[in-house]
């Protein structure tokens, strides 16, 4: 059920014996019929990848509530293509491993499913299940999204190294939320628990910094109480790189960062900020900005009420 990374996180965590017992309920390899309705009214999916240069990237790909369907309890079928310039875009063929992540902001509601991509056409995708499993609804900030426009994706997409430019920077300074996309494996072609995952992060304003002055290369997020499975941590134990989706929920920007992943696990920075367990440390070594890529416009969000517990960086 677990590949070694996690179960070393989990040992180091001390939940290794309940979790073992509770992830053979939780993880399946069939999509329940609520979470097929669910996948059903979505107008955005989360989407992890590994490149050929084994680069962890998250994207984001939106339609019409129904572009993402469950012909049956083993596929999910995706009529949305990723932009030229997303990283996704030439991951796209049979027998490629991907993370999906389903999330409703202002019910708070998520799923996750892993698999492998079966097939590829001009419109689309299917997926074949791996694993399918529920999360719970803590740490999400509740925003309705509203369509306001069809999306026109900038001809110039700004890439860079490891320096985010300014817009960048202001974005990960300000975000409450962002998805991240790790791998246990460090070669693409792998399914299952060796594959690829995307998760949700939340936090309060601020959560994430920079903290490199000079190439502004570093990321740190708190990493609190959840399910204990321990997917995305177990992941970077065991192939430390990831990959980092941020969106503007005001403007329909989205960030994508991919890097060298760490996680801390003890220090000052970890007891400034209340109810943290463990830092994520991700140096960026690539990123991509695409200004009002997405049609979507969000709500202000309604505070995590799990927040309120916790601290702020000082």
Known sequence: ??????????????????????????????IPDQHRAFF????????????????????????????VQAPDDRHLSIRALPGEADPLRAQLVAGTPLGLLGIEPHTRRRNRLNGTVTGVTAQGFTVEVDQSFGNCPQYIQARVPELVHEA???????????????????????ADTFFIATAAAHAAG???????????????????????????????????????????????A??????????????GDVLQITGAAEIVWDGPDLA??????????????????????????????????????????R
């Open 238 to 251: 065991a192939n430390p790189r990831a990959g980092l989706l941020f969106i503007d929920y005001d403007r």
């Open 190 to 236: 792998h399914a299952g628990a060796q594959g690829v995952d995307v998760s949700h992060r939340g936090g309060k304003p601020g959560f994430v910094r920079v903290t490199e002055k000079d190439g502004q290369t570093l990321l740190l997020a708190p990493d609190f109480r959840g399910n204990s499975l321990f997917n995305t941590l177990g992941n970077i």
């Open 272 to 313: 400034s900020f209340v109810g943290a367990q463990r830092l994520l440390r991700v140096a960026v070594t690539s990123s991509r900005w695409r200004a009002a890529a997405l049609p979507l416009r969000w709500s202000a969000p309604q505070q995590a009420p799990q927040l309120a517990a916790t601290g702020a960086w």
């Open 152 to 174: 026109r994706i900038p001809a110039r997409v700004e890439q860079h190294g490891t320096s985010l430019i300014a817009n960048a920077s202001a974005l990960v300074a300000r």
């Open 1 to 30: 059920m677990f590949h070694a990374g996690e179960l070393a996180v989990q040992e180091r965590a001390g939940v290794r014996e309940r979790v073992g017992a509770m992830g053979a309920r939780l993880i399946r390899d069939w």
């Open 40 to 67: 059903a009214h979505l107008p955005t999916l989360l989407v992890g990848s590994i490149d050929a240069q084994q680069r962890l990237w998250a994207s984001v790909l939106y339609g019409a509530p129904g572009f």
